[in-house]
T-cell receptor, first 112, second 114 residues
C-alpha cells in the first residue's frame, strides 16, 4: 500500500531563508514521487517529480527534492525563499493504475 | 482555453437541489479524475475515467454521479447532498498507459451545501 506523511502542517520562514518541507512515503513498489503546489483559489500545479535515475530532482521556481530510499524520504528544498513561494505544498506517491496518494499538505508562510 | 478548466468556480446549493460540475481538458489526455479536497485531509480520489470508462470508484456515496461523455469532458452530478459534502472539488487529467504520468489539475469548484 502507498501513503505519504508530510511532517509539519505549517512552516514559516523568513524571506531569503532556506525552505525545507518534509515528506516521507510508504510504498510496496518502487515509488514515483511528486511535489505539487497550490496557490489560493487555484488547483494543484506540478513542481517536480522523481521517477527513476538521478535522485536529486530539480523543478520549477528554484525548488528541488532528493529521493532517499534508505530514509523513505523526498524532502523539498529551496535555498532562498521568496514572498511568492507562500502557498500549500503537497507531496504525492503513485500507485497502480496511475492512482496518486497525497499527503495532507504543508502551508508555507514567508515572512518579509 | 488551455490546460484543465472547471465550471462553475463557486457553487452554493441546498440539500434538495440538483446541480452538475463540469470539467474540460485541452491537453489530449485520455484519463480524467475527480478529487475532493477538504481542510486538513489528504486529497480524496473519488472517480477515475480512462478512455471514457470508469475504472475507479472509491466508495463514493451515490449522491455523487460522474459522467464522462468523451475523453475531454467530465461531469459530476450532485443531488441531495449533505453539509459535510462542502469542499473544493478538483478535476485532473493525465495520459494513461503502462507508465506513471503526472496529473494536471483544474482550479476547482468550491461547493457549499446549505
Amino acid at each position: 500500500a502507498q501513503s505519504v506523511t508530510q511532517l509539519g502542517s505549517h512552516v514559516s520562514v523568513s524571506e531569503g531563508a532556506l525552505v525545507l518541507l518534509r515528506c516521507n512515503y510508504s510504498s510496496s513498489v518502487p515509488p514515483y514521487l511528486f511535489w505539487y503546489v497550490q496557490y489560493p483559489n487555484q488547483g494543484l500545479q506540478l513542481l517536480l517529480k522523481y521517477t527513476t535515475g538521478a535522485t536529486l530532482v530539480k523543478g520549477i521556481n528554484g525548488f528541488e527534492a532528493e529521493f532517499k530510499k534508505s530514509e523513505t524520504s523526498f524532502h523539498l528544498t529551496k535555498p532562498s525563499a521568496h514572498m511568492s513561494d507562500a502557498a500549500e505544498y503537497f507531496c504525492a506517491v503513485s500507485g497502480t493504475g496511475n492512482q496518486f496518494y497525497f499527503g495532507t499538505g504543508t502551508s508555507l508562510t514567508v515572512i518579509p | 482555453e488551455t490546460g484543465v478548466t472547471q465550471t462553475p468556480r463557486h457553487l452554493v446549493m441546498g440539500m434538495t437541489n440538483k446541480k452538475s460540475l463540469k470539467c474540460e481538458q485541452h491537453l489530449g489526455h485520455n484519463a480524467m479524475y475527480w478529487y475532493k479536497q477538504s481542510a486538513k485531509k489528504p486529497l480524496e480520489l473519488m472517480f477515475v475515467y480512462s478512455l471514457e470508462e470508469r475504472v475507479e470508484n472509491n466508495s463514493v456515496p451515490s449522491r455523487f454521479s460522474p459522467e464522462c461523455p468523451n475523453s475531454s469532458h467530465l461531469f459530476l452530478h450532485l443531488h441531495t447532498l449533505q453539509p459535510e459534502d462542502s469542499a473544493l472539488y478538483l478535476c485532473a487529467s493525465s495520459r494513461r498507459g503502462t507508465g506513471i504520468y503526472e496529473q494536471y489539475f483544474g482550479p476547482g469548484t468550491r461547493l457549499t451545501v446549505t
